[in-house]
């Protein structure tokens, strides 16, 4: 304890360097963390603002062009790759395919670990398909129907994918999806939709050859052959 005492007395420049540093990096840490949440609060702030008049007739032609800033000056925020959702969106809307399927592929590039994902993917599948690309477009869907079973982008990614596979012919493939997708979705304009489909391909696709009834080979007694005596 003299010790103690006596190394503290000698180094008292030393603690009080260390105890305001301690004190620094503590209000460092503090401030860090109040921009971060500011940062988070600015940028929902900006996305609902620009939501808001979006939704009150805002021209669309200017949104995009807003959600993409939005996207720009607040990156890394929860509210960027939403941001970037809209935007894409908002171009589809204008028949600007490839410019949407870029923020589509740019949100999932940029955030992998976003909520929108499937979705976003979804638009990256639906630009391909407008852009008259099916075999690109027939892939993404099916990627989406492989990989997201349980979300909300799996029915109209499915509906996609058969009307693609019914315009190349396939049309098993594409009233299997139609009939899947009219027991899953009951009582519903796509189920409905779908459920008639299936209908107009099966009387579209000629019915199965009745097959031949198996022949039962009749059991005969052999018989036996005696031999002629010379």
């Not at 809307?93 to 399927?101: D, I, L, R, T």
């Not at 990989?147 to 799996?154: I, K």
């Not at 209908?199 to 005969?220: I, N």
């Amino acid at each position: 304890m003299d010790r103690a005492l006596a190394w503290s007395v000698t180094n008292k420049k030393q603690i009080a360097w260390g105890a305001g540093l301690v004190a620094v990096v503590a209000l460092g840490t503090t401030f860090y963390f109040w921009q971060k949440e500011q940062t988070i609060v600015n940028a929902a702030k900006a996305l609902s603002a620009l939501e808001a008049q979006t939704a009150f007739g805002a021209p669309r032609a200017q949104s995009a062009d807003a959600y993409l800033k939005v996207a720009a000056d607040h990156a890394g925020t929860a509210a960027a790759p939403r941001a970037l959702l809209q935007a894409g969106l908002v171009l589809f809307s204008q028949g600007k395919y490839a410019e949407a399927q870029a923020q589509f592929e740019k949100l999932n590039r940029d955030y992998t670990e976003n909520p929108f994902r499937s979705q976003a993917l979804l638009g990256v599948a639906a630009s391909l398909d407008a852009q008259a690309k099916p075999e690109d477009a027939a892939r993404a869907y099916k990627d989406i129907v492989d990989r997201f079973p349980n979300e909300n982008v799996l029915s109209p990614a499915k509906f996609s994918l058969a009307r693609i596979y019914e315009s190349q012919g396939k049309l098993d493939q594409a009233r299997t999806l139609y009939e899947e997708l009219a027991g899953a979705n009951a009582n519903s304009s796509l189920g409905n939709e779908a459920g008639l489909k299936a209908d107009e391909l099966r009387q579209k696709m000629p019915a199965p050859k009745p097959s031949a009834p198996a022949v039962t080979p009749l059991l005969t007694t052999p018989q036996t052959v005696t031999p002629k005596k010379p």
